[in-house]
């Protein structure tokens, strides 16, 4: 439970809901523009920004629970000015006996505070910063069921066709920092014309593997990764992008205090590669994205969450366009990442497929918290490597980016090892330094960049040709007769037709939850549950057919190479789309393995 005896005003919060007209009234946004004939260089080291954002007690009976001498309670300083959490005890009488103090805070967001209150409260510097060139993290870190997804996207169904009846201009109340972020990104953009362009990439770690959710899930892969990573996958290599010299030697990333470029062309580091870039041009695509990544991300439920994400989302927000003849661009990233829930498997009750997933989720947090540790204790070596989410968040952990961590902990006393474990974690953030350098995201010579890409580009086109040539994009066995060649083209047209077809029930039973009419006597929302268990099995049935005809040969796997570089044309393609430059050919090319469909597959 939380003490009243300050008010939000005194920590600094608005309270007010309107929307984001008045979002930035604290904020400057007299900003150079994306493009300029010249960027001064500033650098700065500065701890992480941690906020906290406590969750009430929503039913009456949790509520009944918190009476009595042995309750704990979170506390915050009244002015806030030391930004100290207290824990302790308190009785009845209203006495509190502090047992523990974790300090590193900037601000606390309170359980009475609507989510336009929690975006205004963390949410505009970083994008001023953004915009004046800076890369910008900002993170959700907490227990399961403590209100990460929903401080991040909104609560469950708040992105139905509905959801806009307000009209374009406004957002929706129950939206979380995401939504409203890209909505204001793309406010201050119309003001630099049409060549301006907010582009969005999304992402999710699941069981360590990282998957593209604008592109149906297809596998990405992620740079630098492969050698001397601790995971359970004996084929995790397969997934992932290892660069090696032509005798096959592992090409280290990391080499004499910089990043090795060997066999890259550029200075890329740790990242994804080829995941689908989409613009963002307006609140239907907002709608529409946000929607995708509620529909698509691993969800289940257990004790402790009714919707628990099982997985972690990596949201990557950039700015592009043609530059107006300019000569500079800037290439800063503004990442959102709703980590998925630490938990304890005793009290969340999960067995099976749900006991490993959390085990997954646990193991990749206890590596993130291993990162934390040494960066805070300036260690020389940082185990970034561990895990695929370390290594895609390297860059906003100790690297040149302004990076804000929201933690989110809960009222229930029940739950008190836990706040008092996610508190602890903001504490060691806030021992983090960072080095921001708005100059090194400069691109000084558009047109110069511009041919870089294309001729990149050309030569990987050039190998995508020379590797099918030998037969090494995979593809149907010829050597198999063309009716059994057929039937396969006949089940993989059907694997598409049903998902598209689960994919829309879903939206529609998203919908149908909002408007109230998720009850068992509702014959519609019935029919729809039923269309989409019917659905779901149909898509299971055609992934195992078709995976039962490649284990026969009948399908050949692409090799490792081939992957590599078409998940690099897409990353040139879409670097290019960026400069405002449109290129010939399907730079969404994919190719079918049998990773894709072991994916959600029961057998």
């Known amino acids: 439970m939380l003490s009243r005896s300050h008010s939000a005003g005194a920590a600094g919060f608005s309270k007010s809901s309107t929307p984001t007209d008045n979002l930035f009234a604290d904020v400057p946004l007299k900003r150079q523009p994306t493009w300029t004939q010249k960027t001064q260089s500033s650098k700065h080291e500065m701890s992480i920004n941690i906020c906290a954002r406590l969750k009430p007690l929503l039913s009456a009976e949790e509520k009944e629970t918190v009476t009595g001498d042995s309750l704990r309670i979170v506390d915050l300083n009244d002015s806030v000015r030391d930004g100290v959490f207290r824990v302790g005890t308190a009785s009845e009488d209203g006495t509190i006996k502090i047992s523990q103090k974790i300090p590193g805070y900037q601000g606390v967001i ?49 992105f139905t066709s509905g959801a806009l009846s307000c009209g374009p201009a406004i957002v929706p109340e129950s939206w979380g920092m995401f939504p409203r972020c890209a909505f204001d990104l793309l406010s201050v953009l119309r003001a630099d014309g049409p060549s301006a362009v907010l582009n969005v990439s999304v992402v999710e770690i699941y ?8 592109n149906e899930k297809k596998v990405v892969p992620v740079a630098g990764f492969g050698k001397g990573c601790k995971s359970t996958s004996q084929s995790l290599e397969s997934f992932m992008n290892v660069n090696r010299r032509k005798g096959g030697k592992w090409i280290c990333p990391f080499k004499d205090g910089k990043w090795n470029t060997e066999g890259l062309g550029m200075d890329r580091g ?56 300019q000569q500079q661009l800037s290439s ?26 959390a085990k997954n989720v646990n193991t990749s947090l206890s590596a993130l918290g291993r990162c934390i540790q040494s960066l805070g204790r300036r260690e020389k070596f940082v185990p970034f490597r561990d895990s695929v989410l370390t290594m895609l968040m390297k860059q906003s952990l100790g690297g040149n980016c302004f990076t804000s961590v929201v933690v989110t902990v809960c009222e229930d006393p029940a739950q008190i090892q836990e706040t008092v474990s996610s508190l602890s974690f903001g504490r060691t953030c806030s021992l983090v330094k960072n080095k921001a350098d708005s100059s090194a995201n400069v691109i000084a010579d558009r047109g110069k960049e511009v041919r870089r890409l294309q001729e990149a580009l050309a030569g990987v086109n050039v190998e995508l040709g020379r590797l099918e040539r030998e037969g090494k994009a995979g593809g149907l066995n010829m050597a198999h007769n063309k009716a059994t060649r057929d039937m396969f083209v006949d089940n993989k047209q059907r694997l598409d037709e049903h998902s598209k077809q689960l994919r829309a029930v879903k939206m529609s039973i998203a919908d149908m939850r909002a408007a109230g009419k998720d009850e068992a006597g509702c014959a519609e929302w019935v029919q729809a549950v039923k269309k989409r268990d019917y659905a779901a099995r149909v898509v299971n049935v055609q992934k195992g057919i078709l995976i039962r005809m490649m284990m026969s040969g009948l399908f050949l796997q ?3 190479g081939y992957l590599y570089r078409l998940a690099e044309k897409r990353r040139l393609v879409a670097s290019l789309a960026q400069l405002g430059e449109e290129v010939d050919g399907d730079g969404d090319a994919d190719a079918l393995t049998m990773g894709d469909l072991f994916l959600d597959f029961i057998p």
Request: proline letters at 4%; glycine letters at 10%; charged letters at 20%.
């Open 270 to 325: 740790y990242e994804a590669s080829g995941q689908r870039v989409e613009q963002i041009r307006s609140m239907d695509d907002i709608l529409r994205i946000a929607a995708t990544i509620d529909a698509s991300r691993s969800a289940k439920s257990h004790n402790l969450n009714e919707r628990s994400s099982r997985s972690h989302c990596v949201i990557t927000l950039t700015v592009g366009g043609s530059g107006q003849g």
């Open 558 to 560: 692409p090799t490792k």
């Open 207 to 214: 069981l360590n593997i990282c998957y593209d959710l604008l």
């Open 332 to 357: 800063a990233k503004f990442l959102l990442v709703d980590l998925a829930g630490s938990e304890r498997i005793a009290k969340s009750g999960v067995t099976g497929e749900r006991e490993a997933e």
């Open 110 to 158: 309170l359980p009475d505070s609507d989510q336009a209150a929690a975006y205004t409260q963390v949410v505009p510097k970083l994008l001023y910063t953004f915009l004046n060139g800076n890369n910008c993290t900002l993170f959700v870190y907490g227990q399961t069921g403590s209100g990460k997804t929903h401080t991040l996207f909104g609560p469950p169904c708040c």
